[in-house]
């Protein structure tokens, strides 16, 4: 079973590797929306996957990270792409969250990134890239 906790934040980027006069290469901001999930068994005494105020308490530190910031100046988010931003989410929320499936960003009410925790490594263009 898989259970899903969203949060919202609303923060300013640009993105420095797209192709000149892009639109995304100038300052612009968006409300994201991020969807954490956790998948597991259904414990039979609690009724539930795992708390909800888990995931909170796990991403509250990062949500005052993004929130209302400029996601440049975030250290790991000098490319601030949708899929960066889950990656990066991610990283560091699966070393304390146990069971973590999945994170999804909306950057917009049609465009979203779901990220599932595939191995990956830093190219040198700041983006995520398959590991060999």
């Not at 931003?85 to 049609?110: F, G, Y």
Request: charge should be negative; aromatic fraction near 8%; glycine fraction near 6%.
């Amino acid at each position: 079973m898989e259970i899903f906790k969203e949060f919202s934040f609303e923060a300013a980027h640009h993105l420095p590797n797209v192709p000149p006069g892009h639109k995304c290469g100038r300052l612009h901001g968006h409300s994201f929306r991020v969807e954490i999930g956790v998948s597991g068994p259904m414990d039979q005494h609690s009724g539930w996957v795992t708390d909800f105020a888990t995931i909170q308490t796990a991403f509250e530190p990062l949500l005052k990270e993004l929130d209302h910031n400029y996601l440049n100046d975030v250290e790991g988010l000098e490319n601030p792409t949708s899929e960066n931003i889950a990656i990066w989410i991610w990283n560091r929320l699966a070393p304390t969250l146990d069971d973590l499936s999945s994170i999804t960003v909306h950057e917009t009410c049609k465009c979203s990134c779901r990220y599932r925790g595939e191995p990956l490594q830093r190219a040198s263009s700041g983006n995520a890239t398959m590991a060999p």
